[in-house]
């Protein structure tokens, strides 16, 4: 896998880990409107968020309240701090990459 592959698939996953966290803070900024069902962005699996954006659907298995209202913010919170922790992963990996890529130039350059 050349450097080029590696960094699209790295930015394709910090895109989806991106999206995850807007439909996140739309639950947490919604946790009071009537109705409102919790939603999150699957995927099949991982190699897929290297690949795709995921989908947005209904988060299922949560118990609604009497208006309704299925959002957990514990749950919400919870959720926004692993896709904190992954996007903050991810990014680090992208500049230790990017920092070896320089590393290697500024090497042939005084060769």
């Known amino acids: 896998m050349d450097l080029a592959s590696t960094g699209a698939q790295f930015g ?26 919790s939603r999150d962005v699957t995927l ?3 190699a897929a968020a290297l690949t795709d954006a995921g989908s947005v659907v209904e988060s299922e ?8 209202n299925n959002v957990s913010i ?7 701090a692993e896709t904190t922790l992954k996007f903050s992963v991810a990014a ?11 590393a290697a130039i500024e090497e042939g350059r005084s060769s």
Do not use: M
Request: net charge positive; proline share 4%.
């Open 92 to 102: 680090q990996l992208v500049r230790s990459q990017i920092k070896n890529l320089r």
């Open 44 to 46: 099949p699996s991982f």
């Open 61 to 68: 298995g949560l118990i609604a309240r009497s208006d309704g």
């Open 12 to 37: 394709q996953f910090l895109s989806f880990l991106t999206h995850r966290q807007e439909i996140i803070a739309s639950n947490i900024a919604n946790a009071d409107t009537p109705g409102y069902k």
């Open 74 to 80: 514990d749950r919400q919170a919870q959720l926004l």
